[in-house]
Nanobody, 121 residues
Framework: VQLVESGGGSVQAGGSLRLSCVAS????????MAWFRQAPGKEREGITC???????RYADSVKGRFTISIDNARITLSLQMDSLKPEDTGMYYC?????????????????WGQGTQVTVS
């Protein structure tokens, strides 16, 4: 399974971005997915996840501002990010695992993308 993120960029505080994660095979209906981010000098942190039954979870830092979703064709994982803050700056990664889970632990996910950079100024 290969994951490829896109949609990152530079935006002013208060703005929005939409990240996408495309998988090399049709996995979204069967796999649990998550978005993580890593700021310079900090550990990678989980911000939102969606289990393979659709249950979602959000970190307090993004709750009410970010939305995780799978598109109708179920081939793309998205992260809609609104009301962005400078502290949202970092590299954003999507992750996938065939088990049922919705976790912030990086070790729980088997597959990772290369990341897409988000900069908020």
């Amino acid at each position: 399974v290969q994951l490829v993120e896109s949609g990152g960029g530079s935006v002013q505080a208060g703005g929005s971005l939409r990240l996408s994660c495309v998988a090399s095979e049709y996995i979204f209906r069967r796999y649990s997915m998550a978005w993580f981010r890593q700021a310079p000098g900090k550990e990678r942190e989980g911000i939102t996840c969606i289990a393979n039954d659709g249950v979602t979870r959000y970190a307090d830092s993004v709750k009410g501002r970010f939305t995780i979703s799978i598109d109708n064709a179920r081939i793309t994982l998205s992260l809609q990010m609104d009301s962005l803050k400078p502290e949202d700056t970092g590299m954003y990664y999507c992750a996938a695992d065939p088990r049922y889970l919705c976790s912030w632990q990086t070790s729980m996910y088997r597959y990772w993308g290369q990341g897409t950079q988000v900069t908020v100024s």
